[in-house]
């Protein structure tokens, strides 16, 4: 409360969070502070205060949520807090970084359907409560959808089955796309198990959350991809429209299995998706939210420039009750 008024929210998460080695993680998540219907928590432990907002230039008031909400999960056993993050990488997590001051041109899209809500103007804020920068996350924007890097598949994936989602028996329905979600599932737990504070989920969880709206079902069919070797899904690519303009496409998810005998099918589905994206009339394509130096950021990069970037932000906590 600054002079009567809540100037301030957020969320905090202690269960069900991402496991780290040696102690409890917490979450600090919905830092956007739109009113109370910005974020409808999914579990019974987000613990939510609103407020207005202004709050974002008042860096005593932000500095004052922060430091209660640190104690706050403290007091619940946790050693280690990230922040921005809705109690896993499942939920929306990061923050924008403000643009490079160096910056050739003004950013060419003000913004995309799914990018993290929170802006710059959190950093600061977190940085004064001890936060650090722990990872760092970039989008780029392919303006060519024309590229090739190669003719062809390479040979071991000849024989794939690569078909755009509404190429699956519409008869269906949502019945083929849940009979699915248990092949989605595995895969996208195998191809991401290694990012950082990945967070493994159940698979009623998980396709409960992916029938939920902005999960599978706010994908376009028409762009997004899955690969099947056989009857096994080993590749998937995941996009939707950037917003209703229909000039821009995200591609928000790529996916796919560890090992050999898949290399090369994320340059496939890429390349394919940029190809769909063009018949359809989309002009440009972004590659959201790449790890820095993970294997997708190192693909975009041959197609596409630097658009933003976000980080993920934590700090250390005391050490919890009976420790």
């Known amino acids: 409360m600054v002079d009567g008024r809540e100037r301030a929210r957020c969320t905090l998460w202690w269960n069900h969070t991402p496991t780290i080695a040696g102690g409890r993680l917490g979450t600090i ?22 407020l207005s907002t202004d709050f974002a230039t008042d860096l005593t ?7 209660h909400a640190c104690r706050r999960l403290e007091t619940q056993g ?9 109690g896993s990488s499942w939920q929306p997590y990061r923050c924008r970084e403000p643009m490079s001051p160096a910056a050739a ?15 710059p103007e959190w950093i600061a804020p977190l940085s004064r409560c001890g936060f650090r920068v722990l990872q760092r996350y970039h989008s780029f924007l392919c303006n060519d959808l024309t590229q090739r890097r190669r003719r062809g598949r390479p040979t071991r994936l000849e024989t794939l089955r690569i078909c755009r989602a509404s190429e699956l028996d519409a008869t269906a329905g949502l019945a083929q796309v849940q009979a699915l979600l248990p092949q989605v599932h595995g895969l996208l737990h195998r191809a991401f198990q290694r ?5 493994p989920l159940p698979l009623d969880t998980f396709c409960r959350l992916q029938l939920q709206s902005g999960g599978l079902a706010s ?3 028409h762009s997004s991809l899955l690969a099947f070797a056989g009857e096994q899904l080993v590749g998937l690519l995941l996009a939707h429209p950037a917003d209703a303009s229909g000039t821009t496409l995200v591609i928000r998810t790529l996916a796919v299995l560890p090992g ?3 290399a090369g099918l994320g340059r496939l589905l890429l390349e394919q998706a940029h190809a769909a994206a063009q018949q359809r009339g989309f002009r440009q394509v ?19 420039r630097p658009l933003r970037s976000y980080v993920l932000l934590g700090r250390r906590l005391g050490p919890g009750p009976g420790e």
């Not at 910005?38 to 205060?49: E, I, L, R, S, Y």
């Not at 003000?110 to 802006?119: D, I, K, R, S, T």
């Open 29 to 50: 998540g919905a830092l956007s502070g739109r009113g109370p219907s910005a974020f409808q928590p999914t579990g019974g432990d987000a613990v939510a205060a609103d």
């Open 61 to 67: 008031a932000a500095r004052t949520l922060l430091d």
């Open 78 to 86: 946790c050693t280690q807090v990230l922040a921005p993050m809705n």
């Open 105 to 119: 041109a003004p950013d060419p899209l003000a913004g995309f359907g799914g990018e993290p809500l929170p802006g």
């Open 195 to 199: 990012q950082p504070w990945f967070l």
């Open 219 to 221: 994908i376009d069919p």
């Open 260 to 262: 050999r005998p898949w």
């Open 286 to 304: 972004v590659h959201a939210l790449m790890l820095e130096n993970g294997a997708g950021q190192a693909l975009s990069r041959h197609y596409a």
